[in-house]
C-alpha cells in the first residue's frame, strides 16, 4: 500500500538539503548513505519535536547493559532505531580489522551506520531491530567486542591517551583502564548502583580526559611537590623567556638563583604551566602521586557540578582499590538516582569525607567558607584545643 | 575474558610500543600535526583529524577510514575524547600522505595550540529520546562557518565547542569554551499516564521540588506541578510518560554557555556561564544562534591576550566588558547569587 | 547589710588584673576609673558566661528608637546597665566641646564612662539606670544630640570621611548624609522596617566606609570609563614605575602611546590600583557615577552576606531617591527580621531586580549561571530572539 | 531640626573649611601622620591615634582628650570607621606636639600603609546580652602582643583585626584580614517559659530549620529543636528568652577567619574565611588564640610579596599551602560545598 507522503517529511527533506550543504565532514550526507531513517528525522526538525521516544525491553542472556531502545512515535515515517553500545580497547585505538568488523556487522544487524566515537567513548552501532539484538551481540562478542555503558552501572572508562603518546603522563592511563576491568567488570556489567558512575582517567593535571570535570570518579597523575628541572637547560634559556616562565607561575612558586632557578614545592599547585612553556627544561616531578576528584557530573538533581579533590594517592593500587570503595559506600547512602555529586552537594563535603572515611585536609577545600554556622561536638571542643597547641603552642 | 578488548597493546600501532611511556619531547609541525620523540630519539607523528559533527558515519566512509590507516599508520586509528579520530604514523611522508587522502575523503587535518580542536554533540532528535533542540543540526552548521579556525586561522587560544540536546550535557555542555544546550522552557502537563509510574520517584527528580503528591476524589493519586516553582527543567518528563510538554516546538529552544574548560592553567578548571539564556529553534540555519557564537569568537580574537582561552579573557575583562564588547543583550536569567559560597555545609542531612 | 564577696567575683578579680596589663590603651584600666560594675564583668569571665540578659522597657516621648536596656542576671554582682545610642555629626567631627557635654551627661546620668566610637559610628553613654533615661534624653537633645540607631529602622548612617580630608572622593559623603537626615529622618527615627536598614557611604571604591561590605544600602562614588590621565606628568614618571602601573591594572586596560599611555574605558572597573600608584598623575574620571550596592551584612538570617552591585545612577539626588524606594519595596516584600540581603538570597538577584523595577544587567553579575535551571516566560521567548537579532544579526 | 546635628561644616576643624573638595594629594610622613596638599597649596596633617579595644573611655580620659584636641587641633577631633581617633592639625609641629601629649596620655599613634590599622571588638560580656566569648578581652591580648606592628615593625600590607562576641559580628567579623568571632556549640534547650514567645516566629529564625512547633498533649504548643540538624548557632536563643544554652561554660568559644577586605583591589572584596573552627574561651590570656594569631601574621610577613594582603597572599598560595607554612591544623568545619555558584536562583520563592 502506497501511503501519501506526509507534509513534514516534504518540509523535512527541504530542511535536509540545506544542512546537507558546507564543506565540512556532514552527518545527514553520511546519514543518506545508510538506511538510517533520514525522514523521520527531516519531520523532527520540520515539526521541531523529538520523534522519538525511549521504551520497549529485550533481555539479552550475558548482556545485562549497553542495549537502548528507541521507539518511534511516528512509525508511518520511520522504524524504531535501538542502539547497542560496544566498548573499545583501552586507549581508544582500533585495529583496521576492527573497523572493519564493526562496519560488517552495522551492515548486516543495523542500518549500516556507525556512531564512532561517542562522547562517552564508546562505538554504537544504531537501527539494530528488537528480534535482531540478541543475534548481534552474540555475534559482536564472538567477534572479540563487548558491550556496555548503559545503566545504574559503571559506564565506559575513559581516560586521556597519556603515555601512548605523551610525555607529560604521570600514569599510564590505557594500562590503569585494562586492570580496571580486570577487577571492577561485574559492577561494569551488572547495573547495582544508585545512579550511573563514571571513571574517567587523565595522566596529568592538564586533564585532557576531562576527569576532573565528568567524572564520579576522575583519577589525575600528578607528582610532589616541585616539578623537575634541568638546571643546564635552564642556564641555556633565553633570559627572557625565562623571565616570562618564572612571572608565569599562579603561585609565584618558581625563583632564580643565579643562571639557575629553584622551586617551592609548598606553593607548587603542579599546574604545568612551567612544564609546558619549558620545552623540557621543566617537567613533572619523579614521586608520583595520583589526585582523586569525586562528583563531577553535568545534570542529575543539580546540574551541572565539577569533581572535587577527594583525596590524594601515593600509588596507582591505592588508587584502584579507592574507587572499590567510594562505590561501596556511595551505593548505601545515596538516594536512588542520585549521582555522587548530588550525594556531596546535599550532605556537604565534610560529612561526605567523614562517611567515606577520610579526614579533610585542606586540598579539599577550594576555598573556605565565610560563616560560623556549623557544628563542633564535644570530642571536637576536646580535641581541636589540644591539637592546635601542639601546632602553634600557648598553653 | 569479559569486558573491552585488552590488552591495550594488542591493537596500538607496533611500532608505538617501545615508546610507550618514553616520550620526551613534542612539536606542532601544522594544525593537526605533531612530532613526538621519545627519549632513545624515535619519532612518531599523530595526525588529527575532523569528525563529523554527532560523530555519526556510514560503513561505506568508515570503511575507507580502515583502510586508510592501515596503509598508513599501522593499520589502527584511535578516536580523542574530543571525537577526533588520530592517526600514529612513523613517517613524516605517511603523516603527509594520509593527510592528503582524508583531506580528499572530505575530512579536515587540524587543532592544537590556538586553534579549534574539537567539536562535540550529542544525539539530539537524530537518535535521542529527551532533545529539547537538534544538537548535531546546530553544530553542524557552526562547523560549516568555523571550520576555517581548526586549521587555518588563529586564534588566541584553544577553542573547543560543543551542543547538546538537553540539560543532560551529554555533549559535553558547559565544559566546552562554547556550548549549545537544549532547554525546555515550558510547564510540562500531567495526563492519567502518570499512574503507570513511581510517583513518589518521579516527585524526587525534581530539583526545585515544584511536584507535589495529590488525592484525586476517587482515592487514587496522582501528582500537580505547581507552576509557580517548575522551571520546565524536564527532569519528571523524563523520569516518567506520563508528565508530557505540549507545545516543545513553541517553547524548546537551547541556550549558549561559555567559558568552560578543564586545564587548570590561568582561571582554573571552570563550567561553561549562561551568556544567552533563551534562542529559539531555527533549523536548517539557526542563524541567530551561529551570528551568536560567531560574535563571540571574534570579539575574543580582537581582544584577547595571547593564550587566554574564553574563560581567561572574561575573566580578565569582566562580564560588563563582555557584553559592552560583544553588543550581546543582557538577561536576569544569567545571574545566580554568588555569596551562597559558603552556606551550604550546614549540617547533616540538610536539604536545600 | 554586708554580703559575703562571691567566688566568682574574686576569681574574677584575678583576671581583671591579668587583664590590665601591657601598654596598649586597655578597656578595664577606662573602666576602673568609672563607675562601670568591673565585678560583674570580672565574674561572667570567670563563669565564662554573659551575665547580661535584654529586657524591660521604658517609653520615651520623642525616642521610640536609641535606647537599649540591659538587665543583669547577678544582681548581687552588679547593676543594670542600659545604654543610649547618640548620633554624631557627619564626618564624625566632635568639637571638644561636644565631647565635654557628653562627659558631663555620662558623669550626670551614666556611670562616667563613654563608648566613643561604636563600630557602627555611634557614641554610647553606657550604664543609664532606668528612672534617669527620660531625664537623661531630654538634656540630651537640649544640649544638640540626638539619640537613635536601634531597632528596625535606618540606623546610624556612616561614612567614610571623604571629601573632608581625601584626594579620591567623588562625593561629598558628609553632606550627603546631612541630606539623607533632613530626608529621611522619620524612617531613622520610627522603627517601620521588617528589620534594622543600615545605609553606609564611601566616597571612592577603596570603600574605606565599608559600603559594599557591610550596609543593607551602600553607596559608593565613581565615575565612567577611564580614569583621568595627567599626560605631562606620566611622561615625567620613570619607566619601570610607569610599566608596573601597567602591569598592575588587573583588566589590561592601561597601555603606553609614544611617552603617554591610554586607557580603554569599557575595560577599566574603577578598581583605584593605577590612581593609588601613580602619585596624582591619574587619578579619578571626571563624569561621575554612583554605584548602589544591596544586601552587605554580616548575620541574619544567612549569615555574612557581601553587598551586591545593584544599579549605578549619574547623580547624587537619584542615589538618594533610591534608598527611599528601596525600603518602599523592601518593606512590602521582606518577612519579618528578614534583612535586605535575605531577602535577596531567598527569591534570587533577577527577582530581586524584577521586584525593584531595575532592568537586570551585566554590571549585576560578578559571574554568570552554570546551569540551564531557569524559566523562560512567553513574553520573553518572543523579545530575546528580537532583540538578539538586533544586536548581532542573524535573521 | 531632628536627626543629628548638622550642618558638618560646623564641626570640623575652621582651617579645614576651605580644603574640602579640593584635595590633590598626600603623604604618610610616619605611621599615624599624613600631610594632606589641596590645590591651592594648602596643608594640613591627620593624626591617627589607636583607641582602646572596645572603644569604651572613661570620661577622665576623654576630657583630656577633648582638651588635646583644643589645644592642637582646632577644638575639633574624629572618630574613625576603625573606631580609632584623628586629629586634623594646620601645622606639623602641632601634629608632632598632639602625638606626644595622647603618647604620653597612654594612646599611641599609627597606622597606614604596611601596618596594623585598626582593631575593633564589639560589646561581648561587657556590654551585650548574646555573647558567646568576651570579644574585648580577646582582642585586648591581641593588641597587647601586636600593637608593635601599629607603628614600629613594617608588614607586607595593610592589617586589620575585629572581634565579636557571637555571630552577629557586631565588632567586624568576617570584613578584617583576622577576625574572632564567637561561637556556640551547644544545641539549645526549651524550657516551659516558651511559650512567651512567637512560636512561629522563633521557628523561622532558625537558619537550618530545626525548630518545629509541637502540640503537647494537653493542647498546648511548644518549640521542638532537631538535634541532628541543630548547628548551635544561637539565633533561636537570642530571639525567645525560653531556649537556653545550658552550659556556654564548656561549650561556647570563638572561630578565626581571615582574608576579610574590603578595597577592590587584586582578589577584590572578600569575606573572611574560617580558618579555625573552634577554640574554647581561656580568660585572661587566651593564650593559643594569640598564639594561633601571631603565627598567621608570621607567616605572612615571612611569605608575602609587598602589597599583599591576607587575603591576597591566600589567593596566590592557595590553602593547602596556607596551612603548611603555618603548620595549623584543618578541620573540616572549614569546607563549604563551592559548586553551589550557579544553583540558587531556580525560582520565584524557592526557599533553598
Ligand atoms: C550517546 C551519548 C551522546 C553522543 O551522541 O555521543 C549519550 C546519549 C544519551 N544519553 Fe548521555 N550520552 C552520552 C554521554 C553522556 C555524557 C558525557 C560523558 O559520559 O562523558 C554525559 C554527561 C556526563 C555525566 O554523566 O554527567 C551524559 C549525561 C546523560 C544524562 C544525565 C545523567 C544524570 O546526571 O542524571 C542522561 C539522563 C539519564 O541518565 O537519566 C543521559 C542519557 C542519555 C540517553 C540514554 C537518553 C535516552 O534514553 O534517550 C541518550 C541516548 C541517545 C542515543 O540515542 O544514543 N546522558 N551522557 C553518549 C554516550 C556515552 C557512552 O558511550 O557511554
Ligand atoms: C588526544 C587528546 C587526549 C585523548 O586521548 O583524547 C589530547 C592529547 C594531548 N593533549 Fe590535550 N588532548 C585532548 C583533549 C584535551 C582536552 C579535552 C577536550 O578538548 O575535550 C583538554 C582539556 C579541556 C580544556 O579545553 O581545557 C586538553 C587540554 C590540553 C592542553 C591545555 C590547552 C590549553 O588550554 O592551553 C594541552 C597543552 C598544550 O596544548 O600546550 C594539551 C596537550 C596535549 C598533548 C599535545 C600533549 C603532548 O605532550 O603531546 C597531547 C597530544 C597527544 C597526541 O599526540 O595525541 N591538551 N586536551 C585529546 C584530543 C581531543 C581532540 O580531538 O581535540
Ligand atoms: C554597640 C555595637 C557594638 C560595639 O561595641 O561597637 C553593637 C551592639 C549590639 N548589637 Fe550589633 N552592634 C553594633 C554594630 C553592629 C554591626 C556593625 C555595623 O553596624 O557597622 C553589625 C554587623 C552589620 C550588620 O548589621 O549586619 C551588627 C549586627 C548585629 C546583629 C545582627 C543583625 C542581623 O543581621 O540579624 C544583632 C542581632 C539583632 O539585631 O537581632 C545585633 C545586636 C546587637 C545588640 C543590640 C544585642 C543585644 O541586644 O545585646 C548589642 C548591644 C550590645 C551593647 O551592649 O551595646 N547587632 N551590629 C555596635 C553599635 C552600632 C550602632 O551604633 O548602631
Ligand atoms: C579615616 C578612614 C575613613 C573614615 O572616615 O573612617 C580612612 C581614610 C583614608 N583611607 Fe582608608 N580609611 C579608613 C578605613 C579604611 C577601611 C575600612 C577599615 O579599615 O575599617 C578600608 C577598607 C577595608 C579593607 O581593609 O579592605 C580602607 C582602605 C583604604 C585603602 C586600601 C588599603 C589596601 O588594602 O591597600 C587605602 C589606599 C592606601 O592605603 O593606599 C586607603 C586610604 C585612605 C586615605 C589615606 C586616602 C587619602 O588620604 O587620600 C584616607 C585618609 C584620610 C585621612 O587623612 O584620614 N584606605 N580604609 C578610615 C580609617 C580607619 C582606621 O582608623 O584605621
Ligand atoms: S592529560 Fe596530560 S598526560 Fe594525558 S594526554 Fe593530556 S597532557 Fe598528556
Ligand atoms: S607547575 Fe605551576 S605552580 Fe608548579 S612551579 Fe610550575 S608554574 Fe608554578
Ligand atoms: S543531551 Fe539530552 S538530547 Fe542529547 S543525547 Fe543526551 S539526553 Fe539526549
Ligand atoms: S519540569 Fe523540572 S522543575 Fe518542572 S516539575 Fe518537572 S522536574 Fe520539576
Ligand atoms: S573611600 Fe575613597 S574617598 Fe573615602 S576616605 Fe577612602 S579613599 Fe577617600
Ligand atoms: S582604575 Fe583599575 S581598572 Fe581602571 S585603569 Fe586603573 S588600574 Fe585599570
Ligand atoms: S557580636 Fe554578639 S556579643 Fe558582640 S555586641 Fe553583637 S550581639 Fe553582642
Ligand atoms: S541554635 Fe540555631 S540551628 Fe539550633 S535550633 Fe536554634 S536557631 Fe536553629
Keep these: 500500500m502506497m501511503s501519501e507522503v506526509p507534509e513534514e517529511v516534504i518540509q523535512g527533506r527541504k530542511i535536509l538539503n540545506e544542512l546537507k550543504k558546507g564543506d565540512w565532514p556532514n552527518f545527514v550526507r553520511e546519514a543518506e548513505k545508510t538506511r538510517y531513517p533520514v525522514d523521520l528525522y527531516g519531520a523532527s526538525l520540520a515539526l521541531k519535536r523529538d520523534l522519538f521516544t525511549t521504551g520497549g525491553y529485550v533481555s539479552v542472556p550475558g548482556a545485562p547493559t549497553g542495549i537502548l531502545m528507541r521507539v518511534t512515535s511516528r512509525p508511518d515515517i520511520g522504524e524504531n532505531a535501538n542502539i547497542v553500545r560496544v566498548l573499545i580497547p583501552s586507549g581508544n585505538f582500533l585495529t583496521s580489522d576492527m573497523l572493519d568488523t564493526l562496519c560488517e556487522l552495522a551492515d548486516k544487524y543495523g542500518v549500516g551506520m556507525i556512531h564512532g566515537i561517542s562522547t562517552g567513548e564508546d562505538v554504537e552501532i544504531p537501527g539494530i531491530p528488537k528480534e535482531k539484538i540478541r543475534d548481534f551481540i552474540t555475534e559482536l562478542r564472538q567477534r572479540g567486542f563487548e558491550c556496555g555503558s548503559t545503566g545504574d552501572a559503571f559506564r565506559a572508562v575513559t581516560t586521556c591517551v597519556g603515555s601512548l603518546l605523551c610525555e607529560y603522563s604521570n600514569l599510564n592511563t590505557a594500562e590503569f583502564r585494562d586492570s580496571f576491568y580486570d577487577k571492577y567488570n561485574d559492577f561494569a556489567k551488572f547495573p547495582t548502583f544508585p545512579h550511573k558512575v563514571k571513571v574517567k582517567v587523565s595522566g596529568c593535571p592538564i586533564d585532557c580526559g576531562r576527569a576532573t570535570q565528568k567524572a564520579d570518579i576522575g583519577i589525575v597523575g600528578s607528582w610532589k611537590g616541585a616539578p623537575e628541572v634541568n638546571q643546564s637547560l635552564i642556564s641555556k634559556m633565553d633570559s627572557e623567556k625565562l623571565d616570562n616562565i618564572i612571572r608565569s607561575c599562579p603561585t609565584g612558586a618558581i625563583s632564580r638563583h643565579g643562571s639557575g632557578i629553584s622551586i617551592k614545592g609548598e606553593d607548587c599547585t603542579q599546574c604545568m604551566i612551567c612544564v609546558r612553556n619549558s620545552g623540557g627544561a621543566i617537567s613533572q616531578g619523579r614521586e608520583k602521586q595520583y589526585l582523586i576528584y569525586a562528583g563531577g557530573k553535568l545534570r542529575g538533581k543539580k546540574g551541572p557540578l565539577s569533581g572535587k579533590l577527594f583525596t590524594k594517592v601515593n600509588s596507582i593500587e591505592e588508587a584502584m582499590n579507592l574507587i572499590g570503595t567510594m562505590v561501596d559506600i556511595y551505593g548505601e547512602q545515596a538516594a536512588r538516582k542520585e549521582r555522587m555529586g548530588d550525594l556531596m552537594f546535599r550532605i556537604g563535603m565534610k560529612n561526605f569525607l567523614d562517611l567515606m572515611k577520610t579526614k579533610p585536609q585542606a586540598h579539599n577545600a577550594k576555598d573556605l567558607r565565610t560563616n560560623i554556622f556549623y557544628s563542633v561536638n564535644g570530642e571536637e571542643r576536646e580535641r581541636m584545643p589540644e591539637e592546635i597547641k601542639k601546632a602553634v603552642g600557648g598553653e | ?352
Design chain 2, 1 to 352: 575474558m569479559e569486558g573491552p578488548a585488552r590488552p591495550y597493546t594488542n591493537f596500538i600501532p607496533p611500532y608505538l610500543k617501545e615508546s610507550v611511556g618514553k616520550w620526551k619531547t613534542h612539536k606542532v609541525l601544522e594544525p593537526g600535526i605533531i612530532e613526538h620523540l621519545d627519549t632513545s630519539g624515535n619519532k612518531i607523528y599523530t595526525v588529527r583529524v575532523a569528525s563529523t559533527p554527532n560523530g555519526r558515519y556510514s560503513t561505506e566512509t568508515m570503511r575507507k577510514i580502515s583502510a586508510i590507516a592501515r596503509k598508513y599508520a599501522g593499520a589502527s586509528m584511535r578516536f580523542t575524547g574530543g571525537i577526533n579520530m588520530e592517526f600514529v604514523t612513523k613517517d613524516l611522508n605517511d603523516a603527509i600522505s594520509l593527510k592528503t587522502e582524508m583531506e580528499d575523503l572530505g575530512f579536515p587535518i587540524g587543532g592544537w595550540d590556538g586553534h579549534l580542536w574539537n567539536m562535540t554533540s550529542c544525539a539530539g532528535y537524530f537518535h535521542c529520546a529527551l532533545a529539547a533542540t537538534d544538537a548535531p543540526s546546530i553544530l553542524q552548521n557552526l562547523a560549516n562557518n568555523l571550520g576555517k579556525y581548526f586549521n587555518k586561522e588563529e586564534l588566541p587560544a584553544k577553542l573547543t565547542i560543543s551542543s547538546s540536546g538537553c540539560p543532560s550535557s551529554c555533549g559535553n555542555s558547559f565544559l566546552t569554551d562554547i556550548s549549545i544546550s537544549g532547554i525546555h522552557t515550558e510547564i510540562p502537563i500531567v495526563t492519567p499516564e502518570v499512574s503507570k509510574c513511581d510517583l513518589q520517584g518521579t516527585a524526587y527528580t525534581c530539583p526545585v521540588g515544584a511536584i507535589q503528591l495529590k488525592q484525586l476524589p476517587d482515592g487514587s493519586r496522582t501528582l500537580e506541578i505547581r507552576a509557580n516553582l517548575c522551571i520546565g527543567c524536564g527532569l519528571c518528563v523524563g523520569a516518567c510518560g506520563g508528565i508530557i510538554f505540549e507545545t516543545p516546538e513553541k517553547t524548546d529552544g537551547h541556550a549558549i554557555s561559555i567559558g568552560g574548560k578543564a586545564v587548570p592553567s590561568r582561571v582554573g578548571t571552570t563550567l561553561g556561564r549562561v551568556v544567552v539564556p533563551y534562542l529559539p529553534n531555527e533549523p536548517p540555519y539557526y542563524k541567530k544562534t551561529v551570528a551568536v557564537v560567531t560574535r563571540i569568537i571574534e570579539t575574543w580574537k580582537k581582544d584577547a591576550r595571547k593564550g587566554e582561552r574564553i574563560a581567561d579573557w572574561v575573566d580578565r575583562i569582566g562580564w560588563e566588558s563582555f557584553y559592552e564588547k560583544t553588543g550581546l543583550p543582557f538577561y536576569g536569567q544569567s545571574m545566580e547569587y554568588l555569596d551562597v559560597r559558603g552556606m551550604m555545609t550546614l549540617r547533616d542531612g540538610g536539604t536545600r
